[in-house]
């Protein structure tokens, strides 16, 4: 039991872990804005944001609902600049009576995955991989003619404290920074740490949920080595650390 001592010790001075600064700031495109339930007159839309700091040629653009049913947005190749937006609307006519001083007119693919009110999915594809997906919930916010946007860009995608309903006059931003943009600067805070198999499986509680896929045995480190594998658990505030051969 030495090492579980030594390492619970270590949590104690706030040595433990340490996640990378730059763990939760992957670089590409998601689903930045969505109007499932627009006004009369209006459309529904999808807004894309390339967050990272190039531009982002996409070939074979793809959009889906949970359905799966997804329809081919350009066949052309569609280049979105560094920290621009691409704008998919169902209906550019509609939309256009909704939104007149949009940045840009959207772009109107020949089809379009009715998006249900009750809930569904946004699925966006490119080369057949998935690039972003969002499955909201009306309680995410949205609806009525308002759209539901994403605060933080960085943060996870289906995570319903990363959505809010537009606070803009006309319901919605597409083609512009979201009314509750509101990007997390901080890192998760490491909270508490819970040692297992004589000290060589530790599960860490961080003070906020982290993104699965941009968490990695690099980013964190005891005594200078680190675990053999991480993995995030259900509800991702949980991260599971195994050294050396825990099960």
């Not at 007159?41 to 996409?58: C, I, K």
């Not at 996870?156 to 990363?162: E, L, M, T, V, W």
Request: glycine share 10%.
């Amino acid at each position: 039991m030495r090492r579980a001592a030594l390492l619970f010790a270590a949590v104690l001075l706030g040595a433990l872990l340490a996640p990378a600064a730059d763990a939760q700031q992957p670089a590409g495109v998601v689903v930045n804005e969505i109007l499932y339930d627009p006004a009369d007159p209006g459309s529904e839309f999808v807004e894309l944001l390339n967050r990272s700091e190039s531009a982002v040629t996409l070939q074979g653009l793809q959009l889906a609902d949970a359905r799966q049913d997804s329809v081919t947005v350009s066949d052309a190749p569609v280049t979105i600049p560094a920290g621009d937006f691409l704008v998919l609307a169902q209906d550019s006519a509609g939309f256009a009576a909704q939104f007149p001083d949009a940045p840009n007119a959207p772009v109107e693919p020949s089809s379009w995955p009715q998006l249900n009110n009750g809930g569904d999915a946004v699925i966006v594809y490119t080369g057949g991989a998935t690039l972003d997906s969002v499955r909201y919930d009306p309680g995410w916010g949205g609806g009525d003619g308002v759209s539901l946007e994403r605060l933080d860009p960085a943060a996870a995608s289906n995570d319903a404290g990363n959505f809010a309903s537009s606070t803009a006059e006309g319901g919605g931003t597409p083609g512009a920074r979201n009314s509750v943009f509101a990007p997390d600067r901080s890192p998760p805070r490491l909270t508490s740490v819970r040692v297992f198999d004589d000290g060589d499986m530790l599960r860490a509680l961080f003070s906020e949920p982290l993104d699965p896929a941009s968490v990695a045995p690099s980013d964190f480190a005891l005594g200078g080595a680190s675990p053999d594998s991480a993995r995030v658990a259900e509800g991702r505030k949980r991260v599971r650390l195994v050294f050396g051969d825990a099960p």
